[in-house]
């Protein structure tokens, strides 16, 4: 008797933990509401990253060091927020619920998630060029969240919210061109019909010119904040058949009180407008000596010279190598000549 009970006893337990087990093992397979539906995203480890919209369009960011190049518009450089925004919106992606197992790509059709009806389709690669993960998305359940599908997987699951994402290869471009603060100049120097310049002065700018003398002298206090914020609509390779042929007849150089200095050359076609844009700084140092006895005040001004270095060669590298279209209004507010300030 003691025996049955406890072979009785065995197979209870063995019952038991089988249904564990399958219990477990399907848990590790499904996902539950509320978990993430992309597991321990790295972005140290995205090599490239695409997103295709309907049949033919997709954009392409591919890592070059420490930044994402848009690789299928002439590889300008994509704004690392933007990318950063792209990558966290992924990661943080939550599934709602699971409603289909082994769907076929007949089914998921009802679905928008077949190939010819899918809204989205992610895929990211890692260093080596392998597809580490894809999924597509499809329609809206009545704008509480989308339908998503693994490649490779046959599962069917709702995103706890809602899903957008950018279609624009200009959703991933920083279109601020150049920003510089008013109190930050030192001197803006003008090479037009007339060469001239305009020199900070006792905290406000006078024009530096025997001939220019009778400038407006209040139009001329505005002008450098027109150097606020300078946006572009377009960018193309100086070999674009757009570009190569202009004649960039207009330069102005704004040099800061860092001793950055910002070129910019300006260009007219067909009532369109150009610029090109350059940095450098007009002091270089390669080696700085800290004394024992130098101060705060020392100190800011190795490390501003640091930062403004940086900022030239930055400058230089992602903006340097373009030419930029920009609005009329913007064309007309920064590229002086002696028409505009007298």
Known sequence: MKLKTLSLTTVILFVISLFVFMNENKRGTDLLAGSDYIK???INKIQKIRLSFGKD??????RDSNRFLLENYKSYPASTEKVNDLIYKLASIQVKEKVASNASEKELSKYELDKEKRKYLVELFDNDGKKTIAFRVGKSLKGKGNYLFKEGKSDVYVSKDSLWLDSSYKDFVNTVLLEVKKEEIEKISVMADKNFEII????????????IKKSNKDKLQDIPGNFSSIKFKEFFTPVDKKVKELHFDKNIKIKLKNKLVYSLSFAKSDQEHFLKLSALFEEP????VVGQNDGKEELQKIEDTILAQEKAQRTNLEKGAWVYKVDKS?????ALDSKKIL
């Open 330 to 334: 913007v064309y007309d507010k920064i």
């Open 57 to 62: 369009k997709n954009i392409t960011l591919t």
């Open 40 to 42: 321990g995203l790295d």
């Open 285 to 288: 140092q390669t080696q700085f």
């Open 200 to 211: 900070k002065k006792d905290e406000s700018f006078i024009i530096d010119s025997e001939e």
